[in-house]
């Protein structure tokens, strides 16, 4: 079972689809320069199919699809800026002199991003967690498991 199809059948991985998703491109890292749309449109069938196999009602999707849109659009703000990253590392190894403290300047403040969206996916995961019923979390929970005693 690939960690795309573990992830979107649990709620509780939701945030985490989102923010990979985004993050990473869409397809597990493979696809630079792919379109924000097709982006989008991955991570929201694999939210469904999450949803679909944890019977969620109306409310819930909505619900959780909104937190599902709202980290969608900050990773691929993150996923935005890595270009201009990529320039200006590109340029420092051009140079004659490359300057380590902008590099390291640089690696910093991605980092920095990271850790903020991370922090997002937290908090996001938490909010599904309050939005599912005890049941739906003990099925994702059980998921979860058997994902984590699989590696």
Not at 39 to 67: K, N, W, Y
Not at 131 to 149: F, G, I
């Amino acid at each position: 079972m690939t960690w795309k199809k573990t992830l979107a059948g649990g709620a509780a991985g939701l945030a985490a689809i989102a923010v990979l998703a985004a993050f990473r491109g869409g397809c597990g890292g493979h696809s630079h320069g792919r379109d924000p749309a097709e982006v989008a449109a991955f991570v929201t069938d694999r939210v469904d199919d999450g949803l679909d196999d944890l019977d969620a009602t109306p409310e819930q999707r909505q619900r959780i699809h909104a937190v599902k849109d709202r980290l969608l659009a900050e990773g691929m703000k993150l996923r935005g800026t890595r270009g201009e990253t990529h320039r200006e590392i590109l340029a420092q190894w051009d140079s004659a002199q490359p300057d380590a403290a902008r590099l390291h300047a640089l690696v910093d403040a991605r980092i920095e991003e990271v850790r903020a969206i991370a922090h997002q996916g937290v908090d996001a995961a938490v909010e599904v967690h309050g939005v599912l019923t005890p049941e739906q979390r003990a099925r994702v929970s059980r998921k979860l498991h058997r994902h984590a005693d699989e590696r």
